[in-house]
């Protein structure tokens, strides 16, 4: 347990109940030893000694139960999201568990066992790791949210809303939608939590951002960055395989280029009059044009 200052308190009520009970001892030990006859005095200094030498020796033992190294310990992701599998899980606790195991759980080790939670890349903030228990630890932290899945030389590397790469291995729920970024200008950065560079990619995260709440979002399965470089066009890929050339990055058009409400009502009147953006065409559907949408 830590207070509000970040410090454990050694004594527990139980021990504040015996250390009190043991101070009314001394005190009427004290009171004996006023008494005017020798032998009263002596008896009452006898007296206090002992209870002294038994209240260090109680509170030594007690101190050294409350101490006591733990060789098992429970770790517990507070208010995790409901995306967060059981792997993932598995993971952050082996990550924290070394630093915590044969330790006291001081203070010192739930600094550790922070550290390397943070260093793992998992979490935008790891607010507070305390102690919940005799062996029992709480981690308040806030995980990176999976955005994206990007696909490039390097594999296949989660991104969270603002372009940060998740650890390699970092699972999420299987019914997670995940839209696939195609193409990107750059590399993957060098180590996790660290944002990955390019226009393209703010670009497209910007987009997903804008499309999320959209009832067809599901049939979005990749945002191609092929044709972005040359001519900042986006181009949405469903899961027939038609592309869906979408144009500049919401809020940048082009003059006589379709405002981002204007195509978003179009691919939802195709899918409200076809049940789908891409009408079944396995095709090109562009809805750059200002007019009209053009099949190809």
Known sequence: MVDAKGTRPWMTPRMRTTFTHMLSLLRSACDRCMAPPVTGWLGGLAFVTGVVVALAL??????????????????????????????????????????????????????????????????????????????????????????ARVLDVSGPLLVDREGFVLPAGYRIGETTHLVHILNPAYAAPDTPASRWLGDDMNASLQLLDTLDDQEWFSQITAIDLGDYDMQRQLVLVTELGTRILWGSPPGRETVLEALTHEKIERLTWLHTYHGRIDQHHRGEIDVTDASIVIKR
């Open 58 to 147: 109680s509170v030594d033992s007690l101190r050294a139960r409350v101490h006591a190294p733990v060789h098992s310990v429970t770790i517990r992701f507070l208010d995790a999201p409901s995306w967060v599998g059981d792997s993932l899980h598995d993971h952050l606790t082996s990550l924290a568990a070394p630093w915590l195991l044969g330790t006291k759980l001081d203070r010192v080790d739930l600094i550790n066992a922070r550290e390397s939670l943070i260093a793992s890349g998992c979490f935008a903030d790891v607010v507070q790791v305390r102690r919940g228990g005799s062996s029992v630890v709480e981690i308040d932290a806030v995980f990176l949210k999976p955005r």
